[in-house]
Nanobody, 114 residues
């Protein structure tokens, strides 16, 4: 069964950077459309960034110009480079794979505070 595991979360000051990773096991990673989503306390889960199997990308409006999504298919890993982090970016970040079915990771916490 396919599994996706996030890593790279942590605590950072405003203006700082983090890089999240999502690594797959038990799957043909290159065939999946992949996305990063986040959920802050009391809020609904929202799209952060999306990268298709063919490599095209989309970003949520709040992260455009600050976050970059990428993937390394031989390493079965997707990345989210997050720069200029703001307190509003504090959330649990989840990766999701899509092949007609959705597969979610368990999430990694990102906290941005002075």
């Amino acid at each position: 069964q396919v599994q996706f595991v996030e890593s790279g979360g942590g605590s950072v000051q405003p203006g700082g950077s983090l890089r999240l990773s999502c690594t797959a096991s038990g799957s043909i990673f290159s065939l999946y459309d992949m996305g990063w989503y986040r959920q802050a306390p009391g809020k609904e889960r929202e799209l952060v960034a999306f990268i298709r199997s063919i490599g095209t990308t989309n970003y949520g409006d709040s992260v455009k110009g600050r976050f970059t999504i990428s993937r390394d298919n031989p390493k079965r890993t997707m990345y989210l480079q997050m720069n200029s982090l703001e307190p509003e970016d504090t959330a649990i970040y989840y990766c999701r794979a899509d092949d007609g079915y959705y597969y979610w990771g368990r999430g990694t916490q990102v906290t941005v505070s002075p």
